[in-house]
């Protein structure tokens, strides 16, 4: 495979996936818009082996074999598609292994994990499937500032939390649970409840405490893209837009009463244009 056609499989993926994070990537420079293609359409392909994998197969085996190709990829001897389009990206960008190793790894916990005791537990995972994939994509937008890992830790923590909180009743009916188990006893909110998919004013406490969580890392990263010099600011227009659209997801789960085990909370498409263009206007009006 040409690497021309490795790119045109990660693009095909990311626009056929319908996702929010597709919407902000049509902001970038090209070079870094099909760098942002590749590494989206690489975790989305190693979150599937284990969400979406076929029945009679082994999604341990599968992530066994993404290792091996992984590895293959930063030998220069990549065979899948997404591979061969990212050992290019990587290599370019100076992309470290253990990042896409420790995504793996992140994936992997919902192999062995369905239940969560404290937050700290929470934390890792959180840290693992989204707080990676920001510091892989702060190789790709070029920041330089010291904060800036910082600000996508904190992000993907609050991307991933506003995630458990309006999948909750699709992860219910795999029978997991991502609200920390310390949390559901805080607030009096039986387990059987939630795979039960059930309402209480316990849960809308719980479910305030958890939003609040949630708002504070959308904060902890704001006041971190603040402090940055104006060419970092701008360098994460992109992230900033995917706040943006996160952030609002929150307020919609909020202003719903915590409804959602109903249909998916999401943002229409034109809104989500509409809030990526208004956030690129204001990094390109901002003063230095």
Known sequence: ?????????????TKQSGSNFYYSFLFLPRPRREAMYTVYAFCREVDSAVDDAPP???????????????GAAYQGT?????????????????????YFEELIKGVEMDLTHRRYATFD????????????????????FGTRS?????????????????????????????GRIYLPQEDLAHFHYDEADLLARRYSPGFDDLMRFECDRA???????????????????RALTVAEIMRGVY???????????????????????????????????????RPE
């Not at 537990?121 to 790709?140: F, M």
């Not at 010291?146 to 009916?173: K, M, S």
């Open 247 to 285: 952030a609002r997801i929150l307020d919609r789960i909020e202003r719903s009463g915590y409804r959602v085990f109903g249909p998916r909370i999401s943002l229409p498409s034109f809104y989500r244009l509409a809030i990526a263009a208004g956030v690129w206007l204001r990094s390109r009006l």
């Open 146 to 174: 010291p904060l800036a890992n910082e600000y996508a830790v904190n992000l993907g923590l609050a991307f991933q939390l506003t995630n458990i909180l309006r999948d909750l009743g699709t992860d219910a009916e795999r």
């Open 56 to 70: 009679g197969s082994d999604p341990k085996e599968q992530l066994r074999r993404w290792r091996i190709e992984l």
């Open 1 to 13: 495979m040409t690497l021309a056609e490795a790119q045109r499989y990660c693009t095909h993926v």
């Open 215 to 233: 708002r504070d890392y959308y904060r902890k990263a704001r006041v971190a893209v603040e402090a940055m010099p104006a060419a970092d600011r």
């Open 121 to 140: 537990e929470l934390y890792q995972y959180c840290y693992r499937v989204a707080s990676v994939v920001g510091l892989i994509c702060l190789k790709v």
């Open 78 to 98: 990549p065979t899948e598609p997404v591979t061969v389009s990212l050992a290019e990206h990587a290599r370019r960008l100076e992309i470290p292994r253990d």
